[in-house]
DNA sequence: ATAGGGTTACGA
DNA sequence: TCGTAACCCTAT
């Protein structure tokens, strides 16, 4: 026959993540009749992408193939076991009600929604890994995804945290946004936490961008949304910044506290 | 229709 | 030969 295995195609498998970050992991029939994803899923049928979603999600969990273990994650992915202060984050059961049936800390051990205390870092980090988005991407995105694969629920106010940018008139180049900005004032941009390597990650990815924006400027390409992704990206640093300070001190924050930004 | 397990084909 | 990816089958 003509096609024994039929690879996915780069525009098939974003679009399969646009469609999950659109209608949600599951809705593979509602995916798949999207007028949006029709055309490129259309050899596809409802099993199929969730078939490969599975594979995204298998592959990027243990990226690397550092892990034999799959699920169990029993210590935090950071490099560095140094004595030093460590973000603590924890999930708060207050408002994390939509999606959030009665369970509380304690859940079963198989369980891959993460029951341990995992690193916000890490989850950040582990979005953009997954996403694998040439030109980096957004914080509404990188929520999304995590909400998405991780269950984890995030409250609006987070992502409208995120989305808006607060301030900094004078922030136009992405290169500055990286350097300056974080290292203002406090001068702890050292890349030696693991939250502050997210950040810097994140920043990358801009500048990344920015390069490949010159050369490759093919139709989706604009100076705003650079800009933009700049602002964002540079909110999210300040956010993790500022979460290094508090944790440093030994300080626990919920989620709940960072969405509200009331720490 | 979706989730999960199992089977087969391909590449290192 | 092992690991991964696409495919197939079945239970809910």
């Known amino acids: 026959m003509g096609a024994p295995k039929q690879k996915w195609t780069s525009e098939e498998e974003e679009a399969l993540r646009r469609g999950v970050l659109k209608h949600g992991a599951g809705k593979w029939r509602t995916i798949q009749k999207d007028p949006e994803f029709s055309p490129v899923l259309s050899s596809r049928s409802n099993i199929d992408l969730k078939d490969k979603w599975r594979n995204l999600s298998f592959s990027a969990s243990g990226l690397g193939s550092r892990d034999k273990q799959r ?15 460590q973000l603590l984050l924890l999930p708060a059961t207050n408002n994390v ?4 049936p009665p ?19 890490s989850m950040i980090l582990e979005a953009l890994g997954e996403l694998k988005e ?5 914080v509404t995105t990188i929520c999304n995804f995590i909400e998405i694969d991780k269950s984890y629920k995030l409250t609006d106010s987070y992502a409208k945290r995120a989305l808006a940018p607060m301030k900094d008139p004078s922030l136009k180049k992405k290169d500055s946004a990286k350097s300056s900005k974080a290292a203002k004032g406090q001068g702890l941009f050292t890349a030696a936490s ?3 390597g997210a950040a810097e990650a994140a920043a990358t990815k801009v500048a990344d961008a920015e390069a490949k924006s010159h050369l490759a400027n093919e139709h989706m390409m604009e100076v705003e949304r ?9 909110s999210l640093l ?5 979460l ?12 709940l506290q960072v969405a509200h930004r009331e720490f």
Request: charged share 30%; glycine share 4%.
């Open 71 to 85: 699920v169990p994650r029993p210590k935090a992915p950071s490099s560095s076991p140094s004595p030093s202060p």
């Open 97 to 100: 009600a939509e999606a959030s």
């Open 103 to 121: 369970e509380d800390c304690e859940k079963s051990p198989q369980d891959d929604k993460t029951p341990s205390p995992k690193l916000y870092s």
């Open 134 to 138: 040439p030109n980096g991407s957004e």
């Open 194 to 196: 693991p939250a502050l």
């Open 226 to 234: 650079i800009g933009k992704m700049a602002e964002e990206t540079e």
């Open 238 to 242: 300040e956010l993790a910044s500022e």
């Open 244 to 255: 290094y300070e508090r944790c440093s001190r030994g300080e626990v924050l919920t989620i």
